[in-house]
């Protein structure tokens, strides 16, 4: 079955500095690729999606990129903010119902 | 203007009690879903409903069951907790199945003691 691989668990960067997140996954069949954004004692949200048809995807300070033949893709955010501090989940779905989510990466925006 | 919305948000029970997790959704989405999460690791899918469809994860414990009586309501049914089965349980929703966002509630916590 699909596994999904993230990096890193926790990230801390100065306020105005890029994060990078990465997720790998292991099924070629997979074909949409959601980010999901968690703060402290909130739902899930989704931030960003991208479908395996793009390679590239941009939404204001957030971006996400996608290699399909290396089977990885990545989150990008530009200029952080202080309320960009969560834990952020990449997954990965196909056509059917399912979608398996990465570990989690715990990012901290410091002022 | 929540549109799942999971009561409780914190549940305790006790070692072998059964427990019962609700989840509501205004939205109208034929695909609900319950997902487990531990602490510091990925949500894990224990089954969706397409419709009244049950789809069970071939890895979901028998102990847990769900119900899902009209489109708006979905229940998980813990029938005899154990102290590994306290975590954060995820519902979300979907107008579909795949390639599609998924709307999560809040979440409840379940303490076993």
């Known amino acids: 079955g699909e596994n999904v691989e993230q990096h890193p668990s926790t990230l801390s960067v100065q306020e105005g500095d890029s994060a990078v997140i990465k997720c790998t996954y292991s099924?070629?069949?997979?074909?949409?690729f959601p980010w999901y954004k968690q703060e402290l004692g909130k739902r899930p949200q989704l931030i960003i999606d991208?479908?395996?048809?793009?390679g590239e995807k941009k939404d204001q300070r957030i971006a996400v990129t996608l290699n399909k033949t290396a089977k990885h893709f990545s989150l990008h955010i530009t200029e952080t903010q202080p309320e960009d501090s969560a834990v952020y989940f990449c997954?990965?779905?196909?056509?059917?119902?399912?979608?398996?989510f990465g570990s989690g990466t715990r990012l901290l925006v410091r002022p | 203007d929540a549109m799942v919305i999971q009561n409780p948000r914190y549940q305790v029970t006790q070692f072998g009690k059964p427990v019962t997790l609700s989840c509501s959704q205004t939205l109208n989405h034929n695909v609900m879903y319950w997902y487990q999460q531990k602490s510091s690791q990925a949500p894990k899918l224990l089954f969706h409903y397409y419709d009244k469809d049950f789809n069970n994860e071939a890895d979901t414990p028998d102990n847990f069951q769900s119900r899902r009586p009209n489109t708006s309501f979905c229940f998980l049914d813990i029938r005899s907790p154990g102290l590994g089965d306290a975590a954060m349980y995820l519902c979300?929703?979907?107008?579909?199945?795949?390639?599609?966002?998924?709307?999560f509630g809040q979440g409840t916590r379940l303490t076993v003691v």
């Open positions: 979300a929703t979907s107008r579909r199945q795949g390639n599609t966002e998924a709307f």
């Open positions: 991208i479908r395996s048809n793009v």
């Open positions: 099924d070629s069949a997979s074909n949409y």
């Open positions: 997954a990965a779905g196909d056509s059917s119902y399912k979608l398996i």
